[in-house]
């Protein structure tokens, strides 16, 4: 995923993350993601998720957008991503390839 390019937006994206709300942690949880890791490099971000052995992207990801909280929070992080900002967290995080 980009991030708008603006360092004070950027900061405050990294400053949200610093303090996620409990409900979106516990619904990554309910849903069987069982850590998730986000790294930046200027304004491009790369997550890391370990899940669960039956854990399915596009199933579990639609289901942890039904979630408490979870719409509030995609709709509040949006305002710092360069998508739409009423885009679900499956539709602006997508799956990759690992090559090596």
């Known amino acids: ?3 708008v390019d603006n360092p004070e937006m950027i900061a ?3 400053e949200a993350h610093a303090h996620v709300w409990p409900e ?3 619904g ?3 849903v069987g993601i069982t850590d998730m890791q ?3 490099r200027g304004k491009n971000l790369f997550m890391i998720m370990d899940t669960c052995d039956d854990f399915d992207f596009d199933r579990d990801m639609a289901r942890l957008a039904t979630l408490p909280r979870q719409a509030e929070w995609e709709a509040y992080v949006s305002q710092f991503q360069g998508c739409a900002a009423s885009a679900r967290s499956d539709e602006k995080w997508q799956l990759m390839e690992r090559i090596f």
């Open 28 to 30: 990554q949880r309910e």
């Open 1 to 3: 995923m980009t991030l």
């Open 12 to 14: 405050k994206y990294v």
């Open 24 to 26: 979106i942690i516990r």
């Open 38 to 40: 986000i790294y930046r």
